[in-house]
T-cell receptor, first 118, second 116 residues
Framework: KAGVTQTPRYLIKTRGQQVTLSCSPI?????VSWYQQTPGQGLQFLFE???????NKGNFPGRFSGRQFSNSRSEMNVSTLELGDSALYLC?????????????????FGEGSRLTVL | AQSVTQLDSHVSVSEGTPVLLRCNYS??????LFWYVQHPNKGLQLLLK??????LVKGINGFEAEFKKSETSFHLTKPSAHMSDAAEYFC??????????????FGKGTTLSVSS
């Protein structure tokens, strides 16, 4: 069974640009969550999608957005990039029908997309 | 609100010696707790989970953790470290949110170094 696939793995952008990251979950998983990982703030929850609907959202500005398609693939977009957006963005999928796997903790993570903003 | 505190940012052990990674949690209700591991340039992998069943939880690769409600702790241990255990470890609690569903709250992480 293929794991969670994130593309691109690495990218470099400049301030003010926008970026779109893609995540393909494990086949059959309907929940996709996004996390931002930085040395200073650690891992922070961005949002979770389930059946094309955003079900949970973290405390990030509106520049961070996402969506999920009917095949459960998800994208996240960051507009008007700032230097502080440099991070590893992790996608995780879950088969949980309720809440992104949080009760069971069984999130399956991709290897991440490392974004550098210059 | 739920939170986790990993008491050590860095732990160094010798191969073959025991490993102890400490985690305290705060939760207003009976929590679900987890340990995840992240190897360099890799995603996170679930090591083990506590969801109100047995207080001693066994995970993969010989790791185990004990839930102690009186101490609000969920420390991760392994009897004998292996070089391949060198990685970053995250203690995690599930956060019940006001809207439907929950999210995972991660600790800041503990980097485990293993020397030969």
């Amino acid at each position: 069974k293929a794991g969670v696939t994130q593309t691109p793995r690495y990218l470099i952008k400049t301030r003010g640009q926008q970026v779109t990251l893609s995540c393909s979950p494990i086949s059959g998983h309907r929940s996709v969550s996004w996390y931002q990982q930085t040395p200073g703030q650690g891992l922070q929850f961005l949002f979770e999608y389930f059946s094309e609907t955003q079900r949970n959202k973290g405390n990030f500005p509106g520049r961070f957005s996402g969506r999920q398609f009917s095949n459960s693939r998800s994208e996240m977009n960051v507009s008007t990039l700032e230097l502080g957006d440099s991070a590893l963005y992790l996608c995780a999928s879950s088969s949980s029908l309720t809440s992104g796997g949080a009760e069971t903790g069984e999130l399956f993570f991709g290897e991440g997309s490392r974004l550098t903003v210059l | 609100a739920q939170s986790v505190t990993q008491l050590d940012s860095h732990v160094s052990v010798s191969e073959g010696t025991p490993v102890l990674l400490r985690c305290n949690y705060s939760s207003s209700y009976s929590p679900s707790l987890f340990w995840y591991v992240q190897h360099p340039n890799k995603g996170l992998q679930l090591l083990l989970k506590y969801t109100s069943a047995a207080t001693l939880v066994k995970g993969i690769n010989g790791f185990e953790a004990e839930f102690k409600k009186s101490e609000t702790s969920f420390h991760l241990t392994k009897p004998s470290a292996h070089m391949s255990d060198a990685a970053e470890y995250f203690c995690v609690v599930s956060q019940r949110r006001s809207q439907a569903g929950t999210a995972l709250i991660f600790g800041k992480g503990t980097t485990l170094s293993v020397s030969s």
